[in-house]
């Protein structure tokens, strides 16, 4: 039986919006958008996106046309009543009324600011400018609907019957990695994938293949509209771009020296428990741990978001022995580049000798290698970073060389700063 | 958007029938049956179910008022005003009304005879008695049901999730195949998966798929009712219960040695072109093809469903060529146990030599193995056969002895009158 009405309605669509609502974007986002409305509301900055797979060509294969439609609808949303009320009466890390009644206000009241979108050759220049609470909002929702365009564009020209099988292929590929990961019930693992999704539906489907073959392993997703939708927690700390846009706001060498701790003092100002985790390797995690102050030795956890994650996890636990404190207690979140197993393997290495806990993200929600001839629909790497505030370059050198950003000049005076050697280049693969 | 209408529909069901039209059946069943009604319409048979799978305990896993409903159902079908239409109209193997007007409406006026069902130990005995051209319909739709009645059997143990997963899983498989089996675009396939496949709507995918992913190269179905839904060829010529019960009707050995002939003289006076198909192996490929008479080596083809199917192809390529036929201008068509690689297989080893064609049964609608823990859906070997014509036990010897049927003293009666010696067996997989 044809449901006529449905079909008419579907047909009435100008779009098939990719981003439907404001929490469709990852948690840290808010937490750390509440932060930066607290300390840092007026400042200026710039994100703009960043492809560092320049073998797609992004500006061939969407239509410039399309990705305005989609940006214009964003900037069209706002907050729903509902959503505002999940974020004020919700719990999150256990702590209720984690966002406060003047944050809420301001963001019930938020559309997102103008976009400058232009073709240069075969990719896009998208930027976004102004005030860092606003401006930040976009990375999320930018990146989600540039990767799901690049999808649309290359399943256009699939036949109805091949797309079943697509997504088939693709439910049982990610449904082996399920079952690989059910044989260590003691797993901890949450979705990170929304920004490199392969789309909403796709992403929302992998979730609850997660929820369903997981069980508590699966502790949730970064997602928030999706957390909201499933009634899940909502999961995410902090990012690179905290400490990005504190160093280049610093006005000498001494307060670049600082500016990621005290980053760091403003966050444990505001959260305790499971938020309080270091992400220690935006100039260099080595450097960062020996210079630290000790009450950061005291927090929950670490993140590890690049380099070669075993060696970063047995530094973090190193660097703790030597601070006093007992590695079993606390938690590594892993977090760059995984799949089911390197999962397993860093599982296996680290279980018991600290928590372990994973942030599965692109080969979670957009695994589609090999599953289109030429390989049209693997994921690739698309970032969406602040470029500037107040006028100054922001800076990341990350510890892998190959994810670094910044102007030579800037990169250079960072690496005297804060004293990092040489680095080992390791292949971004998302 | 809920359609409240076709939910509260579908839920007004007392069953879900698996069985929906008389035509959803074998297309040899029918043409069968009209040589059956003009040559022997009065001929009293016996049907009955064979599970040669006795693993497959039929009775605890399938409810037996659920069995009932379902073969009730099936009793109170008759065949529809488009179903006529479709017969009656139709080209047939470019044949005009290959159903005639008096078959026509009998057929039209049928509704299939009672069934007689018990349950003994873990097995059901279900038989069907009464006149040939109406029992001899039973046997297709009573498979079918008991097949799709132990599939929902297992599958209703599943989540919904699971669920998805395992379609998808098939789905992959399926696809897998096809795409092995498009590397050869010569191929000639059909699909001859009714009696065996996991369900109605699984077997309408795979045809869809074969359609989409083969091109030219899937010839058609077996099943009417997906060849008029879908628009395709209905595929199939004569099968062993012809032979089998004239051979059970001769009244001396010297007419039983006849009886295989005599069904292949009365096919000739209805049927040519590739309709002209001989099935050999009922009591013996061997024999029986040294003592056909002439005028079958003029047939079109012959179809290899037991024994080593490329051992029986050479004994056809001997005895055309032994008759002065030439065997590249003969149609083989393999239909036993079937699988892409031995489909590509036998293509490699007999093409140039013959025309070779291919009806896929089991393993192209039914390949479940491997996808549940326990391989619970794995299909298993159950026949519905002729097993006495007016109070005769029919028998079968086939070129495999595991494939064998009927009384003891009847078959060694059998094997001296059709002179069978030693014969190899072979596993019956499906």
């Not at 963001?107 to 401006?135: I, S």
């Not at 790497?381 to 950003?405: I, Q, R, Y």
Request: proline share 4%; aromatic share 10%.
């Amino acid at each position: 039986m044809v449901d006529i009405a449905t079909r008419v309605w579907n047909h009435k669509w100008k779009i098939d919006p990719i981003v439907r609502s404001l929490i469709d974007t990852d948690f840290y986002k808010l937490l750390m958008c509440q932060s930066v409305f607290r300390k840092k509301r007026d400042t200026n900055v710039t994100f703009s996106l960043i492809n560092r797979s320049q073998n797609v060509p992004l500006a061939k294969l969407i239509d410039e046309g399309e990705l305005r439609e989609q940006l214009d609808h964003i900037r069209s949303l706002s907050l729903s009543r509902g959503e505002g009320t999940w974020l004020r009466g919700n719990t999150f890390y256990g702590k209720r009324q984690m966002f406060r009644p003047d944050f809420m206000e301001w963001f019930e009241n938020l559309r997102l600011p103008p976009y400058h979108l232009e073709r240069v050759g075969d990719q896009y220049e998208l930027t976004f400018e102004g005030k860092w609470p606003e401006v930040m909002l976009w990375e999320i929702p930018a990146l989600a609907v540039l990767m799901e365009l690049r999808g649309r564009a290359v399943l256009h020209d699939m036949g109805r019957f091949e797309l079943q099988v697509l997504y088939a292929r693709a439910m049982t590929k990610l449904w082996q990695k399920v079952e690989d990961l059910r044989q260590v019930p003691e797993l901890r693992i949450a979705d990170f994938g929304t920004r490199r999704r392969h789309s909403f539906l796709w992403q929302d489907w992998c979730v609850q293949a997660m929820l369903e073959g997981l069980g508590s392993s699966f502790v949730g997703t970064s997602n928030c509209l999706i957390a909201k939708n499933r009634d899940l927690e909502a999961i995410g700390t902090n990012a690179h771009e905290l400490p990005m846009v504190y160093a280049a706001l610093a006005e000498d060498d001494a307060a670049l020296a600082r500016a990621p701790y005290d980053v760091l003092a403003d966050w444990q100002e505001e959260h305790d428990g499971n938020l309080r985790i270091i992400l220690p390797d935006t100039y260099g995690t080595e450097g960062f741990l020996k210079r630290a102050p000790d009450w950061l030795a005291g927090w929950t956890g670490i993140r590890i978001d690049s380099g070669d994650p075993a060696a970063a996890a047995e530094e973090a636990i190193n660097w703790w022995i030597s601070r006093g404190e007992d590695p079993r207690k606390k938690l590594i979140i892993f977090s760059d580049g995984l799949d089911e197993k390197k999962i397993l393997e860093l599982y296996r290495q680290f279980d018991g000798r600290a928590r372990v806990s994973f942030g599965w993200g692109t080969l979670l929600t957009n695994d589609f290698r090999g599953l289109t001839p030429d390989d049209r629909l693997a994921p690739f790497s698309l970032v969406c970073k602040a470029v500037s505030a107040e006028g100054n370059p922001t800076v990341k050198l990350s510890d892998n060389p190959n994810k670094a950003m910044g102007p030579a000049e800037e990169i250079a005076r960072y690496k005297r700063v804060f004293g990092v050697g040489d680095q080992e280049a390791m292949e971004v693969v998302v």
